[in-house]
């Protein structure tokens, strides 16, 4: 099966969370084709499907054939975070920290780890500039550098991009991260890019605009994928092993060649984000 991959754009490096431009969402829709879909992933989570209920939660969270309802979309991405949809337990994590009635720093910084532990870029960017402020109060040096140079290190565009514009402020000197200047330092060293582009990296990523109908063809591959394959919440196998592979999954980051698109989000999770300004 060809998979749909759409991809994110650049990050808004004056806010905490990452962010998508409007024209790459999945936008709401009530259309009756969509209430189909809508349907179908009902069908689907009822079944014990764990990437279902992912998508489920997106859908939730977009209002797409359906109301939109961020309580529906946060329980929906819980449930699919037990099952190790690490998509869905960096949705939670960020759902939780953001500035709305459903906010809880514990339970956000611990769904942010699980998904950092299994090697998810985004949720390792997050978990870094919230250790990096003094807003959560959790401010730590050691554990900011640690994870900003992992997603650094997988090449994570949203990464680079706000550590370079770190590097280039004059907050730089504020923050001990020595292994995140010293890999910057590196490509500066190896020409992989000039001192020019610090605030505005270019040429890095590869963007592809994803229209309504990209949608509908990826929802119809993935329904009949999922029709085909026994309820992975039932067997006790597949996306219940912690840390299933972000290749498959919808909404998912992919980082490391040409193919693939960086940083995969369908929702912008910054529009109700912790301010976090380098000037």
């Known amino acids: ?44 989570t009822k079944r014990g499907h764990s990437e279902a209920m992912a998508t489920l939660g997106e859908l939730y969270y977009t209002g797409y054939g359906t109301k939109k309802d961020n309580k529906q979309a946060l329980k929906w991405f819980r449930r699919a975070a037990k099952f190790g949809i690490v998509t869905a337990q960096y949705k939670a994590g960020v759902m939780y920290l953001q500035d709305t009635e459903y906010k809880d720093i514990d339970k956000g910084i ?99 605009t994803v229209s309504a109908p990209e949608y509908q063809a990826y929802f119809d591959a993935e329904i009949a994928r999922l029709n085909n394959l026994r309820p992975d919440t039932e067997s006790g196998t597949g996306s219940n092993i912690a840390g299933n592979s972000c290749a498959r999954l919808w909404g998912c980051s992919t980082e490391g060649d040409s193919s693939r698109i960086r940083d995969t989000l369908l929702s912008d999770w910054g529009k109700e984000a912790v301010q976090f300004r380098l000037e």
């Open 1 to 44: 099966m060809k998979k749909l991959i759409c991809s994110a754009v650049l990050l808004n490096l004056s806010l905490f969370s990452p962010q998508i431009l409007a024209s790459n969402n999945l936008e709401a829709c009530d259309t009756a084709q969509c209430k189909e879909y809508f349907k179908a992933y009902k069908i689907l």
């Open 110 to 208: 611990n769904y942010l780890e699980k998904a950092s532990k299994f090697d998810f870029p985004p949720a390792s960017l997050v978990l870094g500039k919230a250790y990096l402020s003094d807003e959560f109060g959790l401010k730590n040096d050691k554990k900011a550098d640690h994870l900003l140079s992992s997603a650094y290190e997988q090449d994570n565009y949203q990464a680079k991009t706000f550590a370079r514009k770190l590097f280039a402020s004059s907050k730089k000197n504020t923050f001990q991260l020595t292994k995140l200047y010293s890999l910057i330092e590196n490509d500066l060293s190896t020409s992989k890019f000039k001192v020019g582009d610090l605030n505005s990296p270019k040429g890095e990523m590869e963007v592809i």
